[in-house]
């Protein structure tokens, strides 16, 4: 396999940073960070197009593409202070979700078996339970927790005659072992899905599900500071898979099944941060970017954002891992930090 | 008058619940809920297009059109566990306002009269003339409050040298005294209309309008719970009337008559929530999605989310009623509820 | 399997027809046309979509959904004149291609058997497999011609490693023996696609392809008479295979792979009307309406017409065959026809 | 009455001409033309916004609004070259059709009865009943003949339990005798509306309704000399009705009813500029622009145009009566004129 | 220099206040506040469109154009209270920004000069440049401080070799000393610019810029009491620059640069409200609204409020000042207040 | 000088061609062609945009960005016959547009002057005076003719004070004598731009404008026969300028100055691939793509296949001129050519 480009679009990278190929291991050897494409939405129950969210996410940017990207909160380069490299789209047919999700399954286990942290776009969240399992294989099966922000628990069995879709991820990942059920923090659900079978499934699992009623109840952070203390309890690495649908349609209408009452970008973003601040994240997916429904890029924007927070986030965090102060949110900007 | 159907589109029920027919008492006679559409935008004093909202909120779902909403929120299912009928449009001819507000009349009086709730889907806010005074008809007039989210307070007097029209309903219902002046709880108003007179005529009914500002200092929760109070005393019944532009138009633009600085989408399903769990709701609408102006159908999605919501408390308000434990927001979704 | 419904929304029929149920032979039995709905864009190289396809051009209309459409041009009603039905969408999960496409296979085989004529919504073009096979088998494998309208020659051969997808059902008709080469007609051609070795390979299988430039130095009209001539000798029947694209991306811009320079509107529905007016047609597709990328719904305006279009013309051939006077375009609207 | 202002939106006069008040005849006294808002679409039965037509149609120009359109294919300043005015928005309340026609009515016929040519801008279609009606009162009940261009008859009887409405105006026209049935010359019908017995009675009136087909097969300048030939047969005017949805949605999509496989914009261009300049045209009415459905205002432009070929054709044709060289159409542009 | 007028479509005045002429100061000597238009969008560094603001902003409104706007909050009329005027544009043109930032300068100095408060309506904000300088001159360079919401701190210093363009004007301000680097107060700032050096040099001028982090943590309006004590320190005047994108882009996504995370419309509302109502405004922008990237106008509509809550709170403050009741945001709407 | 890369967005070349860079004459020495983005649209009287041309005109296409494009109608490859290179992005602020043209000129006169021919992606007009400019100053001022394919003859004098900008390049061109007057050859004219004075000035240089009207009356091909016939007569070579907007805006809507009753793609594609056939094309630019008011990128796939018809006939004509059998538009395609 030489490195494949873009199937929709120009071959790219993410916002500039180098290309590497996955199938040249010395391109990426001392990678902290890649960042891999998923142009999959084979997998979509309702609305498709999120095999357009890698391209869209890589460019959504007014800046330059010049593979920097200082952070005005967190004062650290996620892009330069980390070793970021793109390694470009898997060749994910969406007429095929079995050879598909195998295909991202090998590229991001290839990505984490050489010590760096997979960023996986997507796509449909099909691509989760390939891009944790790819991830647990090389930390240890049921080693990694996950961290799931979405409007949806994703936890169907069977739907459309298939094992495999974007309603199902979590499913696949609680029964093969790859993530234990009481390792899954779900923040964000709302609406009219699953039913009561599903939920009865969910917690026979002990899943720890964050409902908005709960989230707006109890306030966000308390409930992120309880989900976060149970995500490191007997596991060594977190994977947090961000579906973008988790914010409100009003202000992320680019994706396919918008669910109304949901957090704000700027909420969105700080939970991110907090969470790859707090937490020893080993990789990371950004889902369900759909361009073909988005206004302006402003979808597309706000998954690009949510992976720079993410990459700031961990890059602040080995920074004060090396002996930094502490990040203080409440300092001013100007004042040294 | 056999069934009418669809004017704007094919003749589709709410998210696939049992179509009825109102001209045919048995057909719901066990009805919980009967949801009315009323296609009608010749009332609207700017941007048109409301008179496609019946059909965008039927249809604006990525689930199955199978009648079914288990909610997660509440652990109910507002279109399972009521009996829900859908009966179709009322034949309303945008060109001709008081024939047509005068057909919606009859066929919500009908509904309520059999005992059921009328849920109309507008159509401009005109048509709250009509669904208020046909319920108040029933139940008594003077005798059901008025909740009612909205930028706007829709109590001009003559416009476009018409007593109709969908910025004066609320003065029409409290000068036929369908409704009491100090029955009327008006939430989310704010902007530049109407004037002083206007506003002083409201003043003087007595009507409780809570203007973004006051939400904001003293914060919606508290201001519900004190528009509740006054809700109940001395009625029977409620009639809650929601026009989707109490939204800020970031998050709800299609809408006819934007007003910057609302509620979020979170807020208003909150609130509807609350209200009908709370109060003994009699009837609602919701009004003013104008799908021309929306985009990959989120203010659509709204409006279909508002009736759900009110349905799924109106049904877990009688499951409680029927000795449930009442509903508790700070729980955690996945334990027994 | 019983009447499988709407998977991308409400179960509607086309403008009112009346339903059947593949599953029900006697729904259908007296059947001239049937409608089926391919809900299926797993097969798309580039922009997705097509799965809405066929819920929005059975609603495209501004006319009421009555189940009639009397043609001012033809002077027949194609939805009453022949016996219409709508069988609804065929499971088709985009993200298995195989399993799909067999599905739809088995249904129109099951229309053709009773004697009826499929007319498949799609879905993109990748249907054209089962829709065509599924007819000559019914038929006779190699004795109906195909008269495909399409930007696109799709006679490609493995594309992002698979057998199937929306550029390669030609191939695969003609690999599989169900239609001869030299008895497919392709009208409208342009671009860049596909390369020598594909044109070789086509040139050998004896297709004849009608690119832009010849359409345009020689006149369409002229060029789609020889093609008849073609299509009728030695075959029984004739498969009419619609692809939106084949019309300017400029007027037709909600499709997957848009590519400036085709027919307009008005040629194609006129040719439409030909081909079904002189020729046996025993099947149809009209694919590659893309909702995501149309606007005002012309796209689907545009698909409902082609398939209005193709029964008008169906219609009018019969009633003519019984021994009416023939159709003369020339002869005034308003003239006794 | 003094003058109304703009309904929808500030205050405008087309592309700057000067602005009149029609209860002030001194200020529209020396006129050739008054143009007239006409900002009504209650009598729309689908998709409605025409109401901001004539705010769009006075906007849509890249030039600077300065009252001067000097033509290059005409050579004459139709802003300038006749005594223009734009006499603001007659008030038309969308929900009262009947008394919104009334007011429209006495508007045109204030015009007419001044000398001026009214040029109407809609609108929907209904607004053609009080056009022509103002305009034939002045010059005589049956003395003005109707071009009319558009993909519809407009001949329906009662819709919606009304006798008004978009689809309904000629009927009216003939039937109170204000213009003559075979005076009424129809230019573009396709599609499926209306049906034989409406066509029967149009028959019966005589009217010459050109088709799409019959203006496919014999050439659209053909027909239109025959049908000009007929327009100044025993009659002293003509009213030029243009629908802008007589051109192909896929060119003009932001209309209320499009109907596929319509004109060209350059035909539609040509073939008023074609009337305006050998009829005696009286008066104009270009509708069913509708900005909600618009892209880019690409519709607004075209009814723009159109407004600018009538009046440049008309300036023309005044100029060629007073002596000068006839227009021909092949002469180069800087040839002198 | 007459009156200009538009640029960018027809001369109109916002929401229809009095039209002045700068070159004529008999037409505005007793204004309060004076609008001008700055259609400039060269200095945009992303997406330009922006000249199109002030017309935007200029109508955004469902109300009639009567230059009055009585607002329900604060219960003053902005447009009557207070004299305003609309000067129309300043001739700007985009190719050539050292000439249009001179041209707008005179024109904000003479506004300032007559002793009004000069209102501009933006144009990119390389505008800022001139506004401010031109009320500097006026009041005393350094005497006048600057709260500046934004998302970008805007202090850049060459940029595609210029030293003018949207992302400088701050650092050119106070270079010249126009503004004082410590009497900036900069609220609202995010994301991924500018980088450490240009940091350094803000912390360097003492400028207070309050990042989204710091906003979240601390509170809005304990960062606002804070700053708004800075601005009145040693300075008379306070220039209010709002640039719209310090608003969230999924609720203001009608703008060039666009950076998630930031204020609702209601904060940015609110935060409008209480620095004009607390102090001394001398001179206001709006700036960054694009049209072509905005959806339903809801951009320019908030714009357009951002404008009438300013103008709303300094009129109050007067009226206030003059010895009324001092406002109080908990107090019900229909209190006389 | 480096190579500068992309402004506004990613550094992509043009369906992925190899990059070369201007400042190492090297990278495209044996260059047939050098493509070269002109990112600006400072000069743009009305809508801007055209600055995302190059960048949305590179990426338009659903094919492999592979560097390969076999034309089906020429049965050559634009992309490999020829050595085609893409010089990136020349920096072009669109705030200075003395400083951006002239930047332009250096980077065409480079190509031009190493042999190659630039094709030049705008971008507005204004870039056509450093385009032709730069080609002319290698051939010989004078000594190329220019055939232009506009709405608007762009011959206007000064606008906005300016001596440059979108509408007035070729009178430039004229008077600096880089290209004689009668060796201008505008095709599409029509509307309502320029007035007389300009036009004398033009018919006094004798350029020879072809207006709708005439192409309409007179035939298309008929018309460029004559003007191909001119252009070779006394000069060696041929500059192609094609403006977008010579279409009609139906089917290019994203352009700046939209003018009714344009060409159709069909039409514009034939008549560039003629003249690249037949003539001997020296430089190439396409101009005034503008994204933002794009729909489905339809405009920039136009101008995608615009470049790539160019270089087709390019590459027919050298491989006919080398011997082989010239062009037939008439052959099958599948006969062997």
New interface residues.
């Given amino acids: 396999m030489s490195r494949y ?9 993410f916002l ?1 940073v180098p290309a590497c190929d996955l199938a040249d291991a010395a391109s990426f050897a001392d990678a902290d960070v890649v960042i891999v494409g998923a142009p999959f ?9 999120t ?2 969210g890698p391209s869209a996410m ?2 959504a940017c ?2 330059p ?1 010049d593979g ?6 967190l ?1 650290v380069d996620g892009l330069r202070d980390l070793r970021v490299y793109d390694a470009g789209d898997v ?1 994910m ?7 598909s999700l195998s295909a991202l399954e090998v590229a991001v286990h290839t990505v984490a078996s050489a010590g760096a942290i997979p960023v996986v776009l997507g796509g449909d969240h ?1 691509i989760a339970l390939p891009d944790a399992t790819g991830v647990a294989r090389h930390h240890g099966l049921g080693r990694v927790s996950l961290v799931h922000f979405d409007a949806h628990a994703d936890t169907g069995d069977v739907e ?3 094992l ?2 974007h309603g199902q991820p979590m499913r696949r990942l609680i029964e093969s072992g790859a993530v234990r059920g009481d390792r899954f923090l779900q923040i964000g ?5 699953p ?2 079978d599903v ?1 009865s499934w ?2 026979a699992q002990r ?8 989230l ?3 306030g966000l952070d308390t409930c992120l500071t309880e989900a976060f203390r149970i995500a490191v309890d007997e596991c060594e690495g977190v994977f947090l898979s961000v579906d973008v649908d988790v ?8 994706t ?7 957090l ?3 909420q969105l ?2 939970a991110v941060r907090r969470c790859c601040y707090e937490l020893p994240v080993v990789g990371v997916d950004v889902v369900e970017v759909a361009p ?7 979808t597309a ?2 998954g690009n ?1 949510v992976v ?1 927070e993410a990459l700031s986030a961990i890059a602040r965090r080995r920074r004060d891992a090396a002996g930094g102060d502490p990040w203080n ?8 930090r």
């Fill in positions: 480009g873009a199937m929709y679009g120009p071959d790219l990278t500039g939405d084979g997998g979509t129950s309702h609305r498709p197009g095999r357009f890589r460019q007014y800046l593409h920097s990207r200082p952070s005005l909160a004062r060749e047919f969406s007429g095929d979700i079995e050879r099909s459309f005659g298939n495999h879709g659900l709302r609406g009219y899905w039913g009561p939920l969910m917690a899943m720890r599900s964050y409902e908005m009623t709960e707006v109840a109890r914010v409100d349609p009003g202000m992320a209408p680019g396919g099944t918008p669910e109304p009452g949901g704000t970008s700027r973003l700080d073909p429904y988005d206004h302006a890029d402003i924007y706000l954002r720079l949110p409440e300092k001013p900007l100007l004042d040294s």
